[in-house]
């Protein structure tokens, strides 16, 4: 399984962008997703996660009522819609399979980050 995310860059503090990450291969559907961030120096955070039938999400309170995760079985496609972005959203984002709904720091499929820089 491999996992490609996108959608990263630079934007100002108050913008928005949206992260994809697309899986390959037959392994999006029937799994629950998640978005994780690390910053410089920081420990790995959980974000949000997106349950298999997409019924389902949890968003860490960090950015809860301004990022939203969402799924597209059919393009394979996790998103996070961040918006009203802060200067601490600044990290690189990585998204994942969770092993199990609940599990949120468990996962067993992980996919390169893309940078999102948010400036003030």
């Known amino acids: 399984v491999q996992l490609q995310a996108s959608g990263g860059g630079l934007v100002q503090h108050g913008g928005s962008l949206r992260l994809s990450c697309t899986a390959s291969?037959?392994?999006?559907?029937?799994?629950?997703w998640a978005w994780f961030r690390q910053a410089p120096g920081k420990e790995r955070e959980f974000v949000a996660a997106?349950?298999?039938?997409?019924?389902?999400?949890y968003t860490a309170d960090s950015v809860k009522g301004r990022f939203t995760i969402s799924r597209d079985s059919d393009r394979n496609t996790a998103y996070l819609q961040m918006d009203t972005l802060r200067s601490e959203d600044t990290a690189v984002y990585h998204c994942?399979?969770?092993?199990?709904?609940?599990?949120?720091?468990?996962?067993?499929?992980w996919g390169q980050g893309t940078q999102v820089t948010v400036s003030s």
């Open positions: 994942a399979r969770l092993r199990g709904w609940g599990r949120w720091r468990e996962y067993d499929v």
């Open positions: 291969g037959r392994t999006f559907r029937g799994h629950h």
């Open positions: 997106i349950s298999a039938t997409g019924g389902n999400k």
